[in-house]
């Protein structure tokens, strides 16, 4: 006897049966060199942010301007949560992917 069709769909949305594994396709080992890359650019980027931020908000302290400084500080902030971010970019995924894993 068989399962009629509908039978086997409903059981395919409850458990599809598929979980994330490594080495299933060519060049995957690539890709990851190159996220790693993109990652370390962007760190680097966010550490010139930083320092050109610092120094935009030094010198609107001690020239009196009020607007740069706000701009110094604000660029200052975002710098340091882009680099909070970066940083933590691996153990984000890496704890919803397994928060994810976990509902069923």
């Known amino acids: 006897m068989s399962v009629p069709l509908a039978d086997r769909v409903i059981q395919l949305?409850?458990?599809?049966?598929?979980?994330?594994k490594g080495g299933g396709l060519p060049g995957l080992s690539v890709l990851k060199n190159v996220v790693n890359s993109i990652n370390m650019f962007g760190i680097i980027a966010v550490v010139g942010a930083l320092v050109v931020s610092l120094g935009v908000w030094a010198?609107?302290?001690?020239?009196?301007?009020?607007q740069a400084e706000a701009?110094?500080?604000k660029g200052a902030v975002v710098a340091a949560g882009a680099a909070l971010?970066?940083?933590?970019?691996?153990?984000i995924v890496a704890f919803f992917s397994g928060l994810g894993s976990q509902v069923h």
């Open 13 to 20: 949305a409850y458990d599809p049966g598929i979980s994330p």
């Open 59 to 66: 010198w609107g302290h001690h020239t009196g301007g009020h």
């Open 71 to 73: 701009n110094g500080k």
């Open 85 to 91: 971010g970066l940083g933590a970019a691996n153990g």
